[in-house]
């Protein structure tokens, strides 16, 4: 509460113990990777990971998926779990998407270019020849995942 | 695969599932391969009813998301937990925001995610950390993003707190009464004078005998490089490649 004043304290009505709060956090825009989706904006997301919380807390969504699929092909999978329309303003059909994270399930995180990214973070010189390598270079996401040599399913 | 020199990290696994009680309810977080080893050392060996629930294990899947996890903890659901840090003090507190002044940090990191709540609220807490220099282990910690006990101000939530920090140089006790870390046990093949050297706090050794102890015996060591190391490897895939191939 020293660096955070947006913390207040509130007394719990039933304990009448004081506690500290913390204001929502709504963010302008989520970007959240998903593995199906369809062109109503139903997709699924894993459901380990926080996806569907964000996409329900933020103004904009944007879901990324692996597959798009029909509308009810978007049945929640064993790790998946279900996030509405309601939620959702835009699908984006990017396989391997997730790349260089791993979309478990699917494929792992690609630890060697997470290392080559850490190297080149160091040196302001070394990023910007990453970032003109894989990130300014390929002319699409297609030619993203050649650069990279990733492994089409 | 047996003939392998004991790797550090396994030391730290057979210390972490030594640790653990059978019938507890033991659960790791995130990025935690280590302590997640341990309790299914723990279960596959003298523990057969710890039910772990290691977070990200495809087997054993929560509906969604940490917020579920986090609500279970706070029902009081967690009897073991275990956290990490880039700096702990002695008196147990740990750092996971930044390195240097809050305002003008040299590192900043993610943050606490739940630790504090954590914490807290499970009925102990296991630190672990994958190295042990007087980098990690400070005096104080620059930033506390939660801690050990309560101090003067009384927490209503306080369910539980520190209890010991294994390194992959050994294991530290915390002493409730004297509220501070205390060296218990060193690993075999490591020294006193090596923890204590590595250790940027005093560690309690005045004229207490400290022990060298393997926390890994023949038959644990097989468990773990067998069925452990088979249900570890379908969790945390690159660890396991990174440490046993």
Redesign the interface.
């Known amino acids: 509460m020293t660096?955070r004043d947006d913390l207040k304290t509130v007394k719990d009505p039933y304990?009448g113990?004081d506690?500290v709060v913390v204001p929502p956090i709504v963010p302008d825009v989520a970007v959240i990777h998903g593995l199906k989706g369809d062109r109503f904006g139903g997709v699924t997301v894993l459901?380990?990971?926080?996806?569907?919380?964000l996409a329900t807390a933020a103004r904009k969504t944007i879901a990324v998926v692996e597959a798009l699929v029909e509308p009810d092909e978007v049945l929640p999978g064993?790790?998946e779990?279900y996030v509405a329309p309601l939620h959702i303003d835009a699908v984006v059909v990017a396989p391997g998407g997730a790349h260089p994270t791993a979309c478990?399930?699917r494929y792992?995180?690609d630890?060697t270019h997470l290392s080559a990214y850490v190297a080149a973070a160091k040196d302001a010189a070394a990023f910007r020849a990453y970032l003109d390598t894989y990130i300014f270079g390929p002319a699409d996401h297609d030619s993203y995942l050649d650069a990279v040599g990733f492994a089409r399913p | 695969m047996e003939d392998k020199p004991v790797h550090p990290y396994e030391r730290m696994i057979g210390a972490i599932a030594l640790l653990l009680n059978d019938g507890e309810f033991a659960a790791t977080g995130t990025l935690s391969p280590i302590p997640a080893a341990g309790c299914l050392l723990a279960q596959h060996t003298h523990a057969p009813h710890l039910a772990p629930m290691i977070?990200?294990d495809?087997a054993n899947?929560?509906?969604?998301?940490?917020?579920e996890f986090f609500g279970f903890a706070q029902r009081g659901g967690i009897d073991v937990f275990f956290l990490s840090g880039i700096q702990i003090d002695q008196r147990g507190s740990i750092n996971l925001s930044v390195i240097g002044d809050?305002?003008k940090p040299k590192l900043r990191l993610p943050g606490g995610a739940g630790s504090a709540m954590l914490y807290s609220l499970s009925r102990r807490t296991i630190l672990f950390t994958m190295t042990h220099t007087k980098k990690l282990f400070v005096p104080k910690v620059d930033f506390v993003n939660a801690t050990a006990f309560d101090g003067d101000v009384r927490t209503?939530w306080r369910r539980g707190g520190l209890s010991h920090v294994v390194t992959p140089l050994g294991v530290m006790k915390f002493d409730r009464e004297k509220k501070r870390l205390a060296l218990d046990y060193v690993f075999t093949g490591g020294t006193v004078a090596q923890v204590v050297d590595n250790t940027g706090f005093d560690l309690d050794v005045a004229g207490r005998e400290i022990p060298v102890v393997d926390p890994l015996d023949g038959e644990s060591l097989r468990v773990l490089r067998g069925p452990v190391l088979d249900k570890l490897r379908t969790i945390y895939?690159?660890v396991c490649r990174m440490v046993w191939g």
């Open positions: 660096i304990s113990e506690y459901g380990a990971r926080n996806d569907r919380l064993l790790q779990v478990p399930g792992e995180a630890a | 977070y990200g495809p899947r929560i509906s969604e998301g940490l917020h809050y305002g209503p895939p690159l």
